[in-house]
């Protein structure tokens, strides 16, 4: 597709539940970014990947947070035993990622996630 | 201290008038700058990116970056009611890191 693409675009999920959230990168793009965006900040990164490799995963809060890019194309966020806490827009950004320059990061229309 | 930070507004400019908005980073190490621009319920889209200290220029916009001052700025000339988001700062450190975002500056066009 033209762009990053994510669903579902909102979720509602009972505390407890797992949720499953999906970002499809503009095709070619080698590096992924999730962020975690509250209403009225700026977006938090959460994890990076490059290609199939997660980089960096310093900012996921919990262990009840795991994403995956298996084949480094799709990537997958995976919440588990959601929490009120959790509930807030999920965006996911692709890049292509070539040398110092050319970094611009593309966002998707996020996951409005409500945790219930 | 946030590793990047603007005045979260909201700034309040007539049609027409410049509006400038701010940001400031903590890591001398950046290398990469950019502006979003966020409608209300919207995902962040890219307006500008900025690699060089000096000025650069699109349409009605226009990036400043001063490294040694740590500073990026974003002027938006002639500004139009459609101009009314908030306005995100972010900095990465190198290809294929994490962008870090400010909180955003909220400004609002008034016709």
């Known amino acids: 597709g033209a762009g990053v693409s994510q669903s579902p675009r909102y979720k509602v999920a009972k505390r407890g539940q797992d949720v499953a959230l999906r970002c499809d990168p503009i095709?070619?793009?080698?590096?992924l970014f999730w962020y975690q965006q509250a209403l009225g900040q700026g977006p938090e990164f959460l994890t990076y990947f490059q290609n199939e490799a997660q980089l960096d995963k310093s900012g996921l809060p919990s262990d009840r947070f795991f994403a995956e890019r298996p084949e480094g194309s799709v990537s997958t966020l995976k919440i588990q035993r959601t929490q009120q806490e959790d509930s807030a827009v999920y965006l996911c950004?692709?890049?292509?990622?070539?040398?110092?320059?050319?970094?611009?990061?593309?966002f998707g229309q996020g996951t409005r996630l409500t945790v219930v | 201290q946030k590793e990047v930070e603007q005045n979260s507004g909201p700034l309040s400019v007539p049609e027409g008038a410049i509006a400038s908005l701010n940001c400031t980073y903590s890591?001398?190490?950046?290398?990469?700058f950019f502006w979003y621009r966020q409608y209300s319920g919207k995902s962040p889209e890219l307006i500008m990116s900025i690699y060089s200290n000096g000025d650069k220029e699109d349409g009605r916009f226009t990036a400043q970056l001063n490294k040694a001052s740590q500073y990026v700025s974003l002027l938006i000339r002639d500004s139009q009611p459609s101009d009314s988001a908030t306005y995100l700062c972010?900095?990465?450190?190198?290809?294929?890191?994490?962008?870090?975002f400010g909180g955003g500056t909220r400004v609002l066009v008034k016709p």
């Open positions: 890591d001398r190490v950046s290398q990469s």
């Open positions: 972010a900095v990465n450190k190198a290809a294929g890191n994490k962008l870090t």
């Open positions: 950004a692709s890049s292509l990622y070539q040398g110092t320059f050319n970094t611009e990061a593309f």
């Open positions: 095709s070619g793009h080698v590096s």
